[in-house]
């Protein structure tokens, strides 16, 4: 029988730890150093020991599947019964030819004068000769390492191959080597997966004694002329396998042989596979826990670091602090960590925003309460009628530009946190502006200026557009109507009275642009972007003093840059060059 090829592990590969060495080499170096840090700091994030549970987790499911659901065995064992069954018939076809005796027996009838012989009673009767059984077993089963057993019809051993010595036919029974009882951790190991994968059906192996072959269920289907295999374990939890055939002459079963395996042939052969299993499974988990703390440090310690920055940014009021800049990552931290800088930047941009608001509205306000002050003490020692009818004006005007001003710094107060709510919808721009002039039109009829300047929307022309949704924005109707209020109210307080205010519109590409134009002075180039400011105001009339709050057009670039668009202003020139009036330009993205 030819032996069972080993299946070369890593350790038979010449140069594997050397190559392995200095394959992660690099990685452990980084990975030391990174633990080296970790430890420093005094723990491990639960980041990192999320990540490098879950990868050892991974590996230990794969090692664990690797020998639960190892076929290796199963071939092994399959394997051993062909061979063994081909190795006892080849040794029962030698046994029946050359260790039987034949005997012819004469079988007298009685009945009759003259003894006859029944010819179909005859029967051939073949014993088996001890000696050269032990003789042909000695030369075909000793050089293996299988163990061979001969039993006659009747269950009662012949020959057995452990007690025949290569100098003697026969010898004597000798007690087996002492065993190791000694259970290392390998072996306890090997012992419980072999137990989880067979389970209980495998039964128990027990030597029976010389003349109780019978007991062997392979040695009753051998007799039967039913070759026939067992797959046992012993005490220690060695598998045992045995074949037993038939030895046949002229195919009257004279005997069986029976031939098995030695307790832990095959269990070696699967404890050193599981061995090399196993010592890829260390190697592995040594290179999987220093990648995962490598991989972690690179993940842990920036969100830790941005974690620390924001806490900074939160606790310390009075000091600007930097968000760490992983951009160059350009991956997901990368994009987190520009995302809290931007954010920050936003947050500090608007804490500006609101102390200058609050200085802004601070100063406003002590203006129109100063005069007011003068005013109320004036009058208590003012005599003369007209003087405290003019203080009682004053006074007046005081009141309605606070109440002015205090409504419009509460308008803006609220802008953001109603645009951040509002939901904006499509709007066709066309349509809204014909609808505004209209209502604004009807609105101004009969009011206290009669002869202000008329407002005028100039339409497209037809074909002007292409597209039914050529003029569609997002917008939030409300807050764009209280912008283009604010706009021509701005113009026809500039314009000269019987003028008119032109409202138009056009598509720029993507971006839709509304125009609203007035035939006042201009603005001076300086101020363009100045009336924008909160409280400023720019007006040629001193009668028109604090009659303005100067929101108006900062809560408009408000409202329109919310909107994801902008707002600027422009002088008009005439055919000579000259300022013919002023533009408020809107751009807004188009659907």
Do not use: C
């Amino acid at each position: 029988m030819a032996d069972i090829p080993r299946t070369p592990g890593i350790k038979n590969q010449p140069g594997w730890s050397a190559r392995l060495r200095a394959t992660i080499a690099p990685f452990a170096a980084r990975a030391w150093r990174r633990l080296n840090d970790i430890q420093v700091r005094g723990r491990f994030s639960t980041l990192t020991r999320r990540i490098v549970a879950f990868n050892v987790l991974a590996l230990a499911l794969l090692a664990a599947g690797i020998l639960y659901v190892n076929q290796f065995q199963a071939g092994l064992i399959d394997q051993r019964v062909q061979n063994l069954r081909a190795q006892g018939e080849i040794i029962a076809g030698a046994l029946a030819e050359a260790a039987t005796i034949e005997l012819e027996t004469q079988i007298i009838v009685p009945d009759g004068p003259v003894p006859q012989i029944d010819l179909t009673v005859a029967a051939r009767q073949a014993p088996i000769d001890p000696d050269r059984a032990a003789a042909i077993l000695r030369r075909l089963v000793l050089p293996t390492d299988a163990r061979a057993r001969l039993y006659n019809t009747n269950g009662v051993i012949v020959v057995d191959s452990q007690f025949i010595d290569a100098g003697r036919d026969v010898i004597a029974y000798e007690l087996p080597p002492p065993r190791n009882d000694e259970f290392t951790l390998i072996d306890w190991l090997n012992v419980m997966i072999s137990g989880v994968l067979r389970g209980t059906n495998v039964p128990a192996y027990e030597e029976l004694p010389g003349d109780k072959g019978l007991g062997y269920r392979e040695v009753r289907g051998a007799l039967r002329a039913e070759p026939t295999s067992m797959v046992r374990v012993n005490e220690r939890e060695q598998l045992i396998v045995s074949v037993a055939v038939p030895v046949q002459r002229f195919k009257a079963v004279m005997g069986a042989l029976l031939l098995s395996t030695e307790g832990g042939d095959i269990d070696a052969l699967v404890r050193a596979e599981r061995m090399a299993v196993l010592r890829v499974f260390a190697v592995l988990l040594v290179v999987t826990v220093l990648l995962a703390i490598l991989l972690a440090g690179t993940i842990a310690a920036p969100v830790r670091r941005l974690a620390e920055a924001a806490e900074r940014v939160r606790s310390q009021r009075h000091t600007r602090v930097d968000i760490p800049d992983f951009r160059d990552r350009r991956d997901e931290i990368g994009e987190l960590s520009g995302a809290l800088r931007d954010m920050t930047r936003e947050l500090y941009a608007r804490i500006d925003a609101t102390e200058r608001f609050a200085a802004d509205v601070s100063h406003e306000l002590k203006n129109p309460l100063t005069s007011l002050r003068s005013a109320i003490e004036t009058f208590a020692i003012a005599k003369d009628p007209d003087a405290r009818a003019r203080l009682q004006e004053i006074i007046a005007d005081d009141v309605s530009r606070l109440d002015r001003l205090i409504t419009d710094i509460s308008e803006a107060s609220r802008i953001d946190a109603e645009m951040s709510r509002a939901e904006a919808v499509p709007v066709d721009l066309a349509s809204l502006l014909t609808t505004f002039v209209r209502t604004y039109t009807q609105s101004r009829a009969g009011g206290d200026l009669p002869d202000a300047a008329q407002v005028v929307f100039d339409a497209p022309a037809q074909g002007a557009a292409t597209g039914a949704g050529s003029f569609d924005v997002n917008v939030i109707e409300l807050r764009f109507g209280q912008v283009l209020a604010n706009l021509v109210d701005n113009a026809v307080s500039f314009s000269p009275p019987g003028s008119e205010v032109h409202i138009g519109i056009e598509r720029s590409g993507d971006d839709i642009n509304i125009m609203i134009d007035d035939d006042g002075p201009g603005i001076r180039p300086e101020n363009l972007d100045t009336i924008f400011k909160r409280f400023y105001t720019d007006r040629p009339d001193p009668d028109a003093f604090g009659k303005n709050s100067g929101l108006g057009l900062s809560i408009s670039r408000q409202i329109i840059e919310a909107h994801g668009g902008s707002l600027h202003a422009e002088n008009r020139l005439d055919e000579d060059g000259d300022v013919a009036g002023a533009r408020f330009v809107i751009r807004l993205p188009a659907v």
